[in-house]
């Protein structure tokens, strides 16, 4: 493995722990499923941890006058940016469409539509913005792992 897909691995293991923590912190655990998030806290927080000194070590021994990316790698992260930024760009148009059919409605539309309020398009853009750095790594270590 190079030291890109590496990074990409725990890139995404860091981002995948993060957006569990936030997700339970602010949406809490359905209640359809058995409470085991005793379990997954444990199973999550050492996954961060492990995560996080990967890519402190990773970014302490890397060089910056040393070139450590190839022509490969450049074309790799240019498809990764491709799909995070198209998925970017798409629920960005889905939240402003959302907030104008909110406001189109008034008081009414706010009770029927998922983004009647400001905290909760905070929240949905904070998972956005943690979705889309996962897609451009799941899209990276996909690429790594196909035979070029």
């Known amino acids: 493995m190079s030291r890109q897909e590496i990074l990409s691995w725990s890139s995404l293991t860091f981002s ?13 655990w359905p209640e359809a499923i ?8 444990k199973i999550f927080l050492n996954i961060f941890w492990i995560a996080l ?7 302490l021994t890397e060089h910056k006058s040393k070139i450590t990316k190839d ?18 760009t798409f629920v960005l148009v889905a939240i402003l469409f959302q907030m104008f059919l909110s ?4 008081e009414q539309g706010n009770n ?7 905290s909760m398009i905070f929240h949905i853009l904070f998972v956005v913005l943690f979705a889309s750095s ?4 799941t899209t990276m270590i996909y690429h790594y792992r196909k035979e070029w």
């Not at 058995?34 to 379990?39: E, H, K, L, M, V």
């Not at 000194?53 to 970014?59: K, P, Q, S, T």
């Not at 029927?112 to 400001?118: E, I």
């Open 103 to 106: 406001n189109l409605f008034g």
């Open 16 to 28: 995948t722990s993060v957006l569990f923590f936030y997700l339970i912190m602010v949406f809490g």
């Open 53 to 59: 000194a990967v890519e402190l070590i990773i970014g």
């Open 34 to 41: 058995p409470d085991y998030s005793d379990r997954f806290t």
């Open 134 to 137: 996962m897609i451009k790594r």
């Open 71 to 88: 022509e490969r790698d450049e074309k790799i992260e240019a498809y990764g940016h491709k799909y995070a930024y198209s998925f970017l």
């Open 112 to 118: 029927y539509l998922f983004l009647g309020s400001t």
